[in-house]
């Protein structure tokens, strides 16, 4: 079942760049002194790796595919592709305390409070809750619009608003009439007052 084209165009297109960020952050970010562990640029380990280079990457995918999805499949496909991305980035910090048993998945926030609490936020938790709610917006666009095309027989449909036909009513001669045909009904009692 076809859909228009435009139905994910700008959640892919944040979502891609999301991707971008996060998968390119930590490599970048030194240079103005945005950084965890290390304040050296392009340090690479495998921490960065499994927590920002691995779901940016997916979440360059999911975007991607939500910005060419031409069927419901494709958009749902991208939408749980971009969803699982998202949660790595809210949760994967948690989670590398099963593998890494220091401060920090890639070495402690560097800076003062504010900037800590900032870096916390565009390395991982802002920037998954973000991606998450970007790729449920575009899920629920992708559900929510029309069918387009038929995929077996080409047929263009549309939405059309549900018309019920009006009901029919047996004359004591026998023949029928709609209740279109009758005069409408007044109001006996008026909420009016006199």
């Known amino acids: ?6 139905t994910g165009v700008v959640s892919g297109l944040l979502v891609v760049l999301l991707g971008v960020w996060g ?3 930590p490599f970048v970010g030194p240079y103005f002194d945005y950084s965890f562990g290390s304040n050296t640029t392009w340090h690479y380990t495998a921490d960065r790796l499994w927590l920002n280079i691995l779901p940016g990457a997916v979440a360059v995918l999911a975007g991607l595919l939500l910005l060419r999805a031409t069927t419901r499949r494709a958009g749902a496909f991208g939408g749980w592709l971009g969803l699982l ?5 809210v949760v994967g910090p948690a989670v590398s305390l099963t593998w890494e048993h220091v401060r920090g998945p890639i070495g402690p926030p ?5 900037r800590q609490m900032l870096e916390l936020i565009g390395y991982f938790y802002g920037l998954g809750a973000v991606v998450i709610a970007l790729v449920a917006f575009a899920s629920g666009r992708f559900v929510s619009r029309p069918q387009l095309v038929d995929d077996a027989g080409g047929v263009h449909l549309r939405r059309t608003p549900f018309v019920a036909a009006p009901p029919t009513t047996t004359q004591a001669g026998g023949s029928t009439t709609s209740t279109s045909d009758v ?11 006199r």
């Open 1 to 6: 079942m076809r859909i228009a084209r435009s």
């Open 23 to 25: 998968a390119l952050i």
């Open 85 to 89: 991305a998202g949660a790595w980035f």
């Open 110 to 114: 560097l800076g003062g409070d504010t």
């Open 183 to 193: 005069a409408p009904r007044t109001r006996r009692f008026s909420l009016r007052r």
